[in-house]
């Protein structure tokens, strides 16, 4: 790997503290980047981004780097934030980190990093880039409790040429340890959860300031009225907590299901205003062996192909939500921005706005908006 200067991205995190480190002592020049991307109510107990920044600068100290404060507030306001607030009106729930990766993290910071004179650019992500035959390849990270290609499937060949992800190739316990090796502040900082950039606030009373809200029926899956929900945008499929129907006494077990079983969310009707909830993690509402997804993005530049004829089980494996193991399936392409999964076996709770993300073995293919 040649020499070349390098911004990282500081997040404050131990990550990316790391990655600084080692391209430093491998004799890159390393300059890193503090990116504030969100300053409303900023100063509050879930979101200080002045805490995150000392602790980054404190990092850079330590290492010997020198630390520059960038705000993106007004790019991620437009470009991220307008879009998730209208995905949640519309009754889907979307996913912040991938559109903040692809409009924030690898445009503005990559464009500002290369106005800096920057070769590359490097972040704590657990991935890897790989060039072969001519081509960028998006790669698992090594670590894969930990891996974080989903969330960077919308990259592209012109930003994965200037990326390096190196914690990708070590597991998070290496990377904790070469922390406390070489004395970072923040060796031990636990690792953040909430929306990107955001923070860990009540979701619910976070969404109720940007997002209109009317309460309408909660029924089940014979029609009868079982609860009153507080506003569509605030459920997703899948869910269970925070339904109030817990207790209910019901007649599920004329199918099989206890009279106590679990409630969850199966279904969404925006027009009526009616949430649909159904008893039993394995209800047939919450299985589906088939998917389409939209507005896709490919890291090669197009779509994939289908494989070896009609009907050919291909090697391609997917996950429709970030936390679930890699499942087979068969892509159909209806255009390369449009594509259908099949799955051999049901997949639970397939989620409106969530992104499917293909995979080839530890290849990261692209994906799209589940629709």
Not at 70 to 87: G, L
Not at 185 to 202: H, L
Request: charged share 20%.
């Amino acid at each position: 790997m040649a020499l070349s200067r390098v911004v990282v991205g500081l997040s404050g995190g131990v990550d990316s503290a790391v990655t600084a480190h080692l391209l430093k002592q491998q004799g890159h020049e390393v300059v890193g980047i503090f990116m504030k991307n969100w300053e409303d109510d900023d100063d509050s107990a879930y979101c200080s981004s002045n805490v995150d920044f000392v602790d980054a600068a404190a990092v850079a100290d330590v290492i010997g780097i020198e630390i520059e404060h960038v705000n993106f507030a007004a790019e991620y306001k437009d470009r991220v934030f307008a879009e998730f607030v209208a995905e949640y009106q519309a009754g889907r729930t979307p996913n912040p980190d991938i559109l903040c990766n692809a409009e924030i993290k690898f445009k503005a910071f990559l464009d500002h990093a290369i106005r800096l004179g920057a070769e590359h650019i490097a972040t704590g992500h657990y991935a890897r880039v790989r060039e072969r035959n001519a081509q960028f390849e998006l790669l698992k990270g090594l670590d894969n409790s930990k891996d974080q290609s989903y969330f960077l499937h919308r990259l592209n060949q012109a930003q994965l040429s200037k990326t390096w992800f190196p914690v990708g190739e070590l597991h998070k316990t290496q990377v904790r340890q070469i922390a406390q090796d070489i004395a970072l502040p923040n060796a031990k900082k636990k690792d953040s959860t909430g929306i990107c950039f955001i923070g860990e606030r009540p979701f619910r009373e976070f969404l109720n300031r940007y997002i209109s809200q009317t309460p309408g029926p909660i029924k089940d899956d014979s029609g009868r009225t079982i609860g009153e929900h507080v506003g569509l945008s605030f459920y997703t499929l899948g869910q269970r907590q925070g339904l109030g129907i817990g207790g209910l006494k019901t007649n599920g077990h004329a199918r099989g299901t206890s009279l106590h079983a679990p409630w969850f969310v199966a279904r969404k009707d925006m027009a009526a205003n009616t949430l649909w909830a159904v008893q039993g993690h394995d209800h047939p509402w919450l299985l589906s062996q088939q998917l389409q997804a939209q507005n896709a993005s490919w890291v090669a530049g197009h779509a994939p192909s289908a494989g070896a004829g009609a009907g050919a089980a291909s090697a391609y494996a997917a996950k429709a939500r970030y936390r679930q193991a890699d499942a087979l399936c068969r892509i159909q392409t209806e255009s390369d921005t449009v594509f259908t999964l099949d799955f051999p076996a049901p997949q639970w709770a397939v989620t409106p706005g969530q992104s499917a993300v293909l995979y080839d073995g530890d290849i990261c293919l692209g994906g799209g908006v589940i629709a």
